[in-house]
Nanobody, 127 residues
Framework: QVQLVESGGGLVQAGGSLRLSCAAS????????VGWFRQAPGKEREFVAA????????YYPDSVKGRFTIARDAAKNTVWLQMNSLKPEDTAVYYC????????????????????WGQGTQVTVSS
């Protein structure tokens, strides 16, 4: 059982930056693919970024490509989401999720693929 804890959320002005962290309880976390998702009030959960187990492959939707960067540090059992040039429409609760299946990176866009989820961290971008 992998426990995930997100941190780093907060209130930021449009154009600003935040770095979210996803810390895992298990050393085997390095063998998991990790995704970030977000959910705004009244909206469905949306894929934001994914990284494979090695960190060698990443994937982003067009809505965040060029602004968000996902990375991981196996030694620290942590995955980060660096968010730059934030926009009010980025406001949401952000969740990290993990799963062990070896899949093409584009398959990690579906929330149903993931086995473990964190509790979420709120990101609010003011205009």
């Amino acid at each position: 059982q992998v426990q995930l804890v997100e941190s780093g959320g907060g209130l930021v002005q449009a154009g600003g930056s935040l770095r979210l962290s996803c810390a895992a309880s298990e050393r085997t976390f390095s063998s998991y693919a990790v995704g970030w998702f977000r959910q705004a009030p009244g909206k469905e959960r949306e894929f934001v970024a994914a990284i494979n187990w090695s960190g060698g492959s990443t994937y982003y939707p067009d809505s965040v490509k060029g602004r968000f960067t996902i990375a991981r540090d196996a030694a620290k059992n942590t995955v980060w989401l660096q968010m730059n040039s934030l926009k009010p429409e980025d406001t949401a609760v952000y969740y990290c999720a993990a799963q062990r299946a070896l899949l093409p990176i584009t398959s990690y866009t579906s929330a149903s693929r993931y086995e473990y989820w964190g509790q979420g961290t709120q990101v609010t971008v003011s205009s």
